[in-house]
């Protein structure tokens, strides 16, 4: 065999190991909203990712720690492909993307009973366990009547709003039986309807501000304070399978998520974001029977 020729053969088993680590250094594009881009900027504060372990912030709440939870997770689990985000306004849209295979992952976690059905993507292990995931019922601040609800029976002589879209939320609403649940998929003309009390309230959130507000434009939205209301089901990120890098990173994501589980970052996370707040300021919640 000529030295040329051993030299080539050299080069090209060089190429074929080197090729996957190659391949995984390429960028990654995830998508995410525009608002959601803006506060995790702002929760970031220029630190590096996996330094983060204080998720406190101005701007934190749940979909945006989970924005660096995720990160950490796949980078513990050994997935090194660097990632750039494309703010936007995807709505509806993004599950379609992900199944498609157009976009790796979600950074914003699903219900899981949003992904049974969809055989194109992986579902992570579990990120919020069932029963974990309390909402506040939220109101106008001059809105007495709803403020002073501390019952699931005041509670069904209220008009709730909410979206289908939103299966857990409507779910949950509906087995309230309430005095009437109102639909509307847009959440900022749901914040009107409170607003001009043609519904009582609303389900959202807790954030982890002194008074658990949303502040909005000439608009105040407040929970009724000492209760909640639990949705019964856990949260998962997902996977596209349909990527050329999905069971890479389905892989990867469950081994951080592990690691992260027992260092107690998940947990923290939530917290900081005040997602647990009512469980940890043992508020009462009203619907604990529906498990």
């Given amino acids: 065999m000529t030295a040329s020729r051993t030299l080539l053969i050299i080069l090209v088993i060089l190429f074929q190991l080197l090729a996957p680590i190659v391949q995984a250094q390429e960028e990654v594009k995830l998508t995410l909203q525009t ?56 709505g509806l849209r993004y599950k379609g993307l992900l199944s498609a295979g157009k976009v790796l992952f979600s950074a914003d976690t699903f219900w899981l009973s949003e992904t049974k ?3 194109d993507i992986y579902v992570s292990d579990v990120m919020i366990r069932r029963g974990e995931y309390t909402a506040g019922v939220y109101t106008a601040s ?36 309430l005095k009437q649940l109102i639909h509307e998929p847009v959440w900022s003309a749901q914040v009107q309807m409170i607003k001009h009390q043609f ?9 982890d501000r002194p008074d658990l507000s949303y502040h909005l434009k000439e608009f105040t939205l407040v929970p009724v304070p000492g209760i909640a209301v639990e949705l019964d089901d856990s949260r998962h990120f997902v996977v596209s399978k349909k990527h050329p890098l999905g069971k890479q990173a389905i892989t990867a994501l469950n081994k951080g998520i592990t ?31 529906y498990h």
């Fill in 199 to 207: 519904a009582d309230f609303m389900l959202a959130p807790f954030l």
């Fill in 35 to 90: 608002d959601v881009y803006a506060d995790y900027q702002c929760l970031l504060n220029n630190r590096a990712i996996m330094d983060i372990r204080d998720y406190k912030s101005a701007c934190s709440r749940r979909d945006v720690v989970e924005v660096v939870l995720i990160q950490q997770a796949l980078l513990l689990g050994g997935f090194l492909p660097p990632i750039k985000f494309i703010p936007g306004e995807y």
């Fill in 259 to 289: 690691i992260l589980r027992s260092q107690g970052l998940i947990h923290k996370a939530y917290s900081d974001s005040g997602l647990f707040y009512p469980i940890e300021q043992k508020w009462t919640i009203l619907n604990p029977s």
């Fill in 117 to 119: 059905q969809d055989k």
């Fill in 142 to 177: 001059d809105n007495q009547k709803v403020l002073a609800v501390r019952s699931l029976d005041e509670l069904q002589q209220l008009t709730g709003i909410s979206s289908r879209n939103w299966l857990v939320d409507w779910r949950v609403l509906e087995r309230m039986q």
